[in-house]
T-cell receptor, first 116, second 114 residues
Framework: AQSVTQLDSHVSVSEGTPVLLRCNYS??????LFWYVQHPNKGLQLLLK??????LVKGINGFEAEFKKSETSFHLTKPSAHMSDAAEYFC??????????????FGSGTRLLVRP | DGGITQSPKYLFRKEGQNVTLSCEQN?????MYWYRQDPGQGLRLIYY???????QKGDIAEGYSVSREKKESFPLTVTSAQKNPTAFYLC?????????????FGEGSRLTVL
């Protein structure tokens, strides 16, 4: 069965420093993986997605993620944090072909705090 | 602009009352979903619908009901049987259930039981 683990519930960085949000997944099939961002009391917005093309995926707002099959990881990075990046981030894997339900499995989220 | 509209944004309910949360989309998407969000638990799937007049239970369907009479509408009823209904509810849609692309979300409805 698919699962996704976000290794940090909170990450705090200073403005202008790099961001690393960690995600590990478990999947019997080649997974589709996503990162979503949620600002307070808002819905979720897609940052980027991996669907078996290039392993380095570039998203919006300068974020990128690298799919590493050997490590079963899909970590989210950004070279330089901005105050507007403060939000909650979710790593997501699809169930896809395993059970034909095509449900999304969400990680528990990582709250990113950006210090001035 | 195309998107998903959820209403109401905030809702208060007394114990024992049923409430219905509205979700409307004008994206012409076939698949629609309801998620519940609690602090520190990510999103959990309540119900989903892959096509009009058909829907399936998700992981936490007990105490909830849905209908899908029109393609653009997928209302969620939180019944009095739901033991802990205070939460943030998110509606989402995608082009088709098998489509591994973007899931579009509404802005959510926050339900508080008094």
């Amino acid at each position: 069965a698919q699962s996704v683990t976000q290794l940090d519930s909170h990450v705090s960085v200073s403005e202008g420093t790099p961001v690393l949000l960690r995600c590990n997944y478990s999947s019997s099939y080649s997974p589709s993986l996503f990162w979503y961002v949620q600002h307070p009391n808002k819905g979720l917005q897609l940052l980027l997605k991996y669907t078996s093309a290039a392993t380095l995926v570039k998203g919006i707002n300068g974020f990128e993620a690298e799919f590493k099959k050997s490590e079963t990881s899909f970590h989210l990075t950004k070279p330089s944090a901005h105050m507007s990046d403060a939000a909650e981030y979710f790593c997501v894997v699809t169930t896809g072909a395993e059970d034909s339900s095509y449900k999304l499995i969400f990680g528990s989220g990582t709250r990113l705090l950006v210090r001035p | 602009d195309g998107g998903i509209t959820q209403s109401p944004k905030y809702l208060f309910r007394k114990e024992g009352q049923n409430v219905t949360l509205s979700c409307e989309q004008n994206l012409n998407h076939d698949a629609m979903y309801w998620y519940r969000q609690d602090p520190g638990q990510g999103l959990r799937l309540i119900y989903y619908s892959q096509i009009v007049n058909d829907f399936q239970k998700g992981d936490i369907a007990e105490g909830y009901s849905v209908s899908r009479e029109k393609k653009e509408s997928f209302p969620l009823t939180v019944t009095s049987a739901q033991k802990n209904p205070t939460a943030f509810y998110l509606c989402a849609s995608t082009r088709a259930a098998s489509y591994t692309g973007e899931l579009f979300f509404g802005e959510g409805s926050r339900l508080t039981v008094l």
